[in-house]
Each structure stands twice: as C-alpha cells, then as structure tokens.
C-alpha cells in the first residue's frame, strides 16, 4: 500500500470521527448549522407549536406518539430541519433543539426560571465564555443550564443547592444538553457561605437572597455582578437593603413581562393569555469602597 492511499483511508476515519466529537461537544445549540441528525443526538420533532417532543436519537429504537411512531433509522444521516413521516403518515419536522427547548423540556422538581427571566438574568449580569460564575439553587438546573451555555468553554459555573434529591434531577437535565462538564454541582447552604473567590457572577433564585448578599460580596471580584431573582416584592425589598448595605452600588429591579401575539392577517392582536407574574430581578455591582 503506498503512502498516499494510507493517507486517504486514514483521512476517510479521521475526518469523520473528528466531525462526531465536534458533534458531541456542542449539544446545546448555538454551533453553526447545518449538520446531519446522528445517533446519540437530541432532535426536537415538531408537530405544531403546542406538541413538540425532546428525544434521543438511537438506532434501531422509535418514539410513538398519538398521530404514529416515528422510526429514527428514518433521521439518521439526515439534515437537521427534514421532514419525517410518522407510521400514520402524519409529518414531523426533526429540528435542532435550542437552549431554550432544553429548558422548557427539563424533568422538573421545582419552578423554573423562564427564558424570558434568563435572557435578562444573564444580560445583566455581564457573564461570558470564561466567566466563572456562583449560583444557587440550582433546583431543576434550568438556570444552571442557561449560565453553563453561555461560560462555556472555559468557563464554570459553582451551583450551590440544600436538597441533594433535586441536585439527581438537575444532573440529568446538564448531561442531557450536554453542558454538565462545566457546571460543579455542590450540595450546600450558600447562606452558610461561599467557597469560591474571585467570581465574576452571582446569581441567585431562592428563598432568601438576602443573607447571601454579605458572601457574595467577598466571592465577587471588584465590579462583580450579582443578580437576584424573587417571585415577591418582600424579597425584593430585603434583598435591595441587604445589597446596599453590604457594599453593592448601582442597584436596580426590573420585571419582565412577555406578551405573545397571535398573527394573522386582519385579525393580528396580543394573545387573550399570557404569564401574568414570575419574579422580580435585582441587579447590582461591587464596589471598592474607601
Ligand atoms: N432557578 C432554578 C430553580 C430554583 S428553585 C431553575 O431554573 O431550575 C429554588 C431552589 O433553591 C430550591 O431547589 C431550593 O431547595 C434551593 N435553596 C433554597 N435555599 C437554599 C440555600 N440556602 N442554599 C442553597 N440552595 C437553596
């Protein structure tokens, strides 16, 4: 066999196993499109915009749903955005799961924060590609799923949460959006204090924000973020005092409100329903003070 051909069939492996890794490494969306549907991957089959399905793509295996089973030997090798026939003929189109679907789609154990509330949460709080970033509780890992996407790849995120129970859930959701390489799970009372130093971020959502505000404070390097999210105003009040008592500045609080409106011509208007309330968020920042 002459070098070249060696060559060629070692590149005919190579090339291929490197496109697979690369696959694997950037499961929870954001990579550039388009790439072909392979064993192992997340594809969200979409039937309308109320039944969309999560599921794992393995050979040989189907999903069954109401409108017939789809056979994933039929997705594999496919596009991403490829319309499939279920067994009723009914069509489903295998779309590439975003950030988002994999929050929506989490096995929940407790409320968790919604898009909307996390697009803001990490807006605010300045987070990054490398950004180390503390947060508790992690709860179902919806949050930590959204700051693990945004701080990878060299990045991480210290999630701090009291019930162990609910640290078993939120590892399955990172693992399933393949970001649980940069979260470190810790089960611990964060009001109890914070191991890390020299963070970028804090980012809370629990029950009492306000006796962390003093630990964050040390972990936060100078001009550190820190971003709270309370579904009351009692929260909110304590939470802004203890902020500017322990030497924050620039501290606000904003809510979020989303509207959906339905389109179509001449009849184009606000959907009737919406998420009347989910929570406040409070921001504020470090400051070295004299
Ligand atoms: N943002 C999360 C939901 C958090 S629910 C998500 O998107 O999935 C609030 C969580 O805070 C609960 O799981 C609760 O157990 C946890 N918690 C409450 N007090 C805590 C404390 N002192 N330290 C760590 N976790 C705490």
């Known amino acids: 066999m002459s070098f070249y051909s060696l060559l060629s069939d070692l590149t005919f492996l ?12 950037k499961r929870s969306g954001g990579e550039p499109l388009p790439q072909l549907i392979q064993e192992g991957d997340y594809v969200l089959l979409f039937l309308d915009h109320r039944r969309t399905y999560l599921v794992k793509i393995e050979g040989g295996k189907s999903f069954h749903t109401h409108k017939g089973f789809i056979k994933f030997d039929d997705l594999i090798g496919k596009d991403y955005g490829s319309t499939v026939l279920s067994s009723l003929g009914v069509e489903f189109i295998a779309l590439k799961p975003l ?42 890992g919806a ?3 959204a700051l693990a996407h945004y701080v990878k790849p060299e990045g991480r995120v210290y999630s701090y949460e009291i019930r162990e129970e609910f640290l078993k859930t939120a590892e399955k959701n990172l693992k399933r959006a393949g970001l649980i390489d940069f979260v470190e799970l810790k089960n611990k009372d964060i009001t109890a204090g914070i191991d890390e130093s020299g963070v970028d971020g804090v980012i809370l959502d629990l029950a009492t924000p306000w006796l962390v505000a003093p630990h964050a404070c040390t972990a936060l390097k100078p001009s550190g973020t820190i971003v709270s999210f309370s579904p009351t105003i009692d929260q909110v009040v304590k939470t802004v005092e203890a902020l500017m008592e322990s030497g924050f500045v620039d501290v606000e609080t904003f809510e979020c409100l989303m509207r959906g409106m339905q389109v179509e011509r001449g009849k184009t208007r606000p959907q009737t329903l919406m998420t009347g309330h989910t929570g406040y968020i409070t921001l504020a920042r470090k400051a070295l003070k004299a």
């Not at 407790?110 to 947060?135: C, H, N």
């Open 14 to 25: 190579v090339i291929p196993a490197m496109l697979l890794l690369l696959n694997r490494s």
């Open 99 to 140: 950030l988002r679907d994999y929050i929506m789609k989490s096995v929940r154990r407790t409320q968790i924060t919604y898009p909307k509330d996390v697009a803001l949460i990490v807006m605010f709080s300045g987070i990054g590609p490398g950004s180390r970033v503390v947060e508790a509780g992690t709860g179902t």
């Open 143 to 145: 949050l930590t799923t």
